[in-house]
């Protein structure tokens, strides 16, 4: 921040003295005048003293940035005016005697009693956070004030404050509750400006703490002064009065005081290429690297950015009065643009590679899981494909068959066929859930029975269980069915099966006439492990397995 107090304000700070000395020149000649000329000078130092201060309050009302800051001070003001207003008053519409007028002059103490503390609370108040207000607790500051102002106003029956004398005129001598109240003043005052250089953290201002400090030193001394000769000229109130002003304003000069002061040249100093406007795209400020002030140019930037070039964009934004315009540099931007474009396109490329990936490994796993479907199905009819295989080799390399036995050959094939087909959809069906349906077995023996009646076999199926039936149980009641009829030496000429429900369990029962011995030993060996049981009478064989219900439903 910048602390150095600029040329512009010294002039300013030497034309409010002229005038304050000036005032005071007024009321140390007035009194020795003639009456119209007194008059003249009297009203004339009133008029510069209250138009001094009312010039100050308006430039607070523009300097201070903060509100809370900005009512503490405008308060300050006010309390003043309120003095030299009453001053006034007393010195030219009443007389000393008067009882208004001993009133009056005891409200000069109401804006010197209050004035040090609120300017101590906007100390207090520069450290807090912004918009935060101060503790209730502070403004127990004000309590010495309110204290020592009853003591004043009630003067008049104790005397403590002020000793009256009416003969020969008005005359008085200060006491005690006097010194009390100018010693308050001063020290409140004194804390404040401690207060603002201790809170101060910039050290450019702490460098120079010694303005205020100094000013505040000289204005004690003139006050003093004036107080031990009895100047004319001035009086303590009014001294004290624009003591608190001058020090505030040294504050504020050095920076102790936050305020909008040095703005403009802030503004030209910045490292930012930025115009401000009236409505009229005139340009009023500019900061020292601005460059585009083309009237066009920010007649369309208003309406929206327009790009200079790639890596420049010129926008503005509307603010009271007119607007504001500012160059952006968007190269860093569009650097980082460029650097996630081709992020974006390597993580599409990585990202098309583990689509990839993920789509080869599903294919594998697909495979890996089609290729142990496909063992299975192998594990399961490998006897029958070898049987199948054995069969069409032998009528592949006999060219001698007869018809009979040809056709013999290719009907037993074809029930050695349907039995893969049907036991592979089986082996399917039971991988891709637990419980399949009855009926899928049902088809299969159908299908199988089918096949075997082109041999001129009679054959009877009976079904007696429906819904669901465990995958396993299915194909093993199948194996059992094909074990048990397909034999291309004795195939039967007559078949009956039936599935059906026993208690818990699930039988399956074929009669055939076929009594090979062969057979039953090869069925009972298979399925060993199983509750089979084979009967035989005169002409038929039953062959019957039964297993648990398991899964069926």
Known sequence: MRTAINKKRIVLYAVCAFFFCLAGVFQAVDSSLPVFWHALFALLAHTILISLVVAWG??????????????????????????????????????????????????????????????LLAAFSIESKKGKPLAKAWYLLYLPAVILLLLIFTNDAHEWAFALNFENGFSYEHRTVYYIALAWEIAVTFTSLIVLILNCGISACRRKTWIPVTVFIVCVAVSTVCFLTDTPAFKIPELLCFTCIVMIESCIAIGLIPSNDEYENYFYRSVYSAVITDENFNVIYNSEKSVFTDKNLLGRAAKSPVMIDENTRLSAEKIHGGYTFRIEDLSKVNEINAALSETNERLSEENYIIEAENELKEQKAQIAEQNKLYAKMDEVTCEELRRLDALLSDMYHKTQLNSTEYIDKMRFACILAAYIKRRSN??????????????????????????????GAECTFDCAVSGKIYGKNAGVFYDFFEACIANYEGLPSAVIVRLSRRGDNLVLRIECDNKAKEISEKVKSKFEKYNVTIQTDDEEVYYSLTLPEGGAV
């Open 426 to 455: 089986l082996v399917m069906l039971a991988e891709k859930q637990e419980n399949i349906d009855v009926g899928e077995l049902s088809l299969a023996i159908k299908e199988s029975l089918g096949f075997l009646s082109l041999t």
């Open 58 to 119: 308006v430039s607070l009302i523009h300097r201070m940035m903060r509100k809370d800051l900005r009512a503490y001070f405008l308060t300050v003001a006010v309390l003043i005016l309120f003095f030299l207003v009453v001053r006034m008053i007393r010195y030219e519409l009443t007389r000393d005697t008067d009882a208004l007028s001993r009133y009056l002059w005891y409200a000069y103490y109401v804006p010197q009693m209050f004035i040090p503390p609120t300017i």
